[in-house]
């Protein structure tokens, strides 16, 4: 008898997930490749240095985050979760958590970046819990509403594809 | 392309598609996609689903 029993994971679902990761490993290793380029090459793209460059390899990830994101949507998924990825019902308190610890975590990364590179305005004990509790706040709204969007529009999707997939 | 038989052997079986899914590990909608006909499964899962319907492979998933 196994100590551990592995749980079966639905292999429609890892077969689609590990197809969006599969694309944005893609856009990533292109992208990264035009990226090294460009700082061997030296220098910032043309056109671009009108306004504040934030970097290629930002870009690079959002856009490889985006695809995948939008990749796992069209297959009718809300998640890389087998629990979650098909889920009638928005799964409220296990997005909650998640959001919680998004907006912990970026709270976090302000108040610390700021204190270590010596933010003028970050002198208070106050002010730094007011900066904190701000972030918090609005990366978990901002990540719960992002979540409940993706999670409507995955429902319709795997709604629409289980009705073509009955017409046919 | 349909999969009517797994469809009848389920309903003669008086499984829902979530019942048959609890028994095989995947999701409702996988089961719902196998019959419409919009997923192709793995041997693995075929024989799974046969085992939880008690059918052979030739019964629910060779067409003639």
């Keep these: ?168 | 392309m349909k999969n009517k038989k797994m469809k009848l052997a389920r309903i003669e079986k008086d499984l829902s598609q979530a019942q048959l899914a609890e028994a095989v590990g995947v999701t409702r909608q996988t089961i719902g996609m196998i019959e419409a006909g919009g997923y192709n499964p793995t041997l693995k899962l075929c024989i799974a689903i046969c085992r939880a319907l008690d059918k052979t492979l030739d019964d629910l998933f060779w067409e003639e």
Excluded at chain 1, 18 to 43: E, H, P, R
């Design chain 1, 1 to 168: 008898m196994k100590l551990f029993q592995k749980k079966p994971k639905d292999e429609r679902i890892v077969s689609e997930v590990n197809k969006t990761y599969k694309a944005a490993w893609y856009v990533m290793s292109v992208g990264f490749i035009i990226d090294l380029y460009q700082k061997m090459a030296g220098g910032t793209p043309e056109g671009i240095s009108t306004f504040r460059y934030v970097g290629l390899e930002v870009l690079i990830f959002l856009a490889a985050a985006v695809l995948q994101i939008v990749l796992l949507v069209r297959g009718g998924l809300m998640d890389d979760n087998p629990i979650y990825a098909e889920t009638d019902r928005f799964p409220l308190r296990h997005y909650l958590g998640i959001s919680a610890a998004d907006g912990a975590g970026a709270g976090v990364l302000y108040c610390v970046c700021s204190l270590l590179f010596g933010a003028d305005y970050f002198k208070s004990a106050f002010v730094i819990a007011i900066c904190f509790a701000g972030i918090f706040v609005c990366v978990l709204i901002g990540c719960l509403i992002a979540f409940f969007v993706t999670w409507r529009a995955a429902k319709k999707r795997r709604a629409a594809q289980l009705a073509q997939a009955e017409e046919d």
